[in-house]
């Protein structure tokens, strides 16, 4: 049982390129989400998702597109990456309680 | 005005020192309260859940909810080198939303040994 599982763990990407983080779950959860933390900022919700086919937006959702064809995975697609995209992200299962996976580092030049 | 707040630190205490984290927040229909703790580098691991107001133990860690005060915080007995982690609170407004949590901007301890 892996959890949570995000790839890449770190990633580098020049501003104007788009790139799709990774998350997948092996605990058949309904609820999927990603974050991204900032420093003094704390976890911010970007989209979720309450299962396959159905996703919505959170609190910071421009720039970011997902989608949910499975129930395990759920990825995060940056179209266009800003230099304000320099973050780490998050992906996170619940059933009762959030699982979050190990995150993302992205830097974006 | 952030529907958390939570003081950033960073917070440095000796071994066996007693630790007391601190969260308000602003709207009134919160009714869950969590507290995450992050390892650096890592991602957030759920360390105590709690409805309501009132106190909640597990172990070394109590947390504490003040519906009145909109005040809540984390005691943490007898701290350890293995606590130093980032503390994040989070609050949601039911358990059918509490996936959606609304995060505090996480407050860094340090245990010294």
Redesign the interface.
Known sequence: NAGVTQTPKFQVLKTGQSMTLQCAQDMNHEYMSWYRQDPGMGLRLIHYSVGAGITDQGEVPNGYNVSRSTTEDFPLRLLSAAPSQTSVYFCASSSRTQYFGPGTRLLVL | QKE?E?D?GPLSVPEGAIVSLNCTYSNSAFQYF?WYRQYS??????LM?TYSSGNKEDGRFTAQVDKSSKYISLFIRDSQPSDSATY?C?VSIS?GS????T????TQLTVLP
Do not use: D, I
Request: no cysteine.
């Open positions: 958390v939570q950033p969590m580098r890592k991602g957030p691991e759920l859940y994040l989070a358990s509490a996936r959606q949590l995060f505090g901007s996480g």
